[in-house]
């Protein structure tokens, strides 16, 4: 079992940069790939960032590939959310899970509270 929170979250104006962070317990953290997904309001949850179990690779959705940047911390059961040229489409809550990799994507097992980010025009 994992249990998830993360932090980071806030707000930020168009073009920033923050850097979400998710704090696992459990010993098995390295057992499980990692990754991001955000639900704006009235949206569904949808797929943000995934890093495999060593960490060694990374999966990304289009919407952010080349602003954000996903890695973990097997030492410490950490994983980081850098986001940076933020846009106010990316205003969501974030959230951190832990599951496995199917093909390019994060099947969720695992989840946070989520950590809400906020992007000004």
């Known amino acids: 079992q994992l249990q998830l929170v993360e932090s980071g979250g806030g707000l930020v104006q168009a073009g920033g940069s923050l850097r979400l962070s998710c704090a696992a317990s459990?010993?098995?953290?390295?057992?499980?790939?990692m990754g991001w997904f955000r639900q704006a309001p009235g949206k569904e949850r949808e797929f943000v960032a995934a890093?495999?179990?060593?960490?060694?690779?990374?999966y990304y959705a289009d919407s952010v590939k080349g602003r954000f940047t996903t890695s973990r911390d097997n030492a410490k059961n950490l994983v980081y959310l850098q986001m940076n040229s933020l846009e106010p489409e990316d205003t969501a809550v974030y959230y951190c899970?832990?599951?496995?990799?199917?093909?390019?994507?994060?099947?969720?097992?695992?989840w946070g509270q989520g950590t809400q980010v906020t992007v000004s025009s």
């Open positions: 459990g010993r098995t953290f390295s057992s499980y790939s």
């Open positions: 890093v495999s179990r060593s960490g060694d690779r990374t």
């Open positions: 899970a832990g599951g496995v990799l199917i093909g390019d994507r994060l099947r969720g097992y695992y």
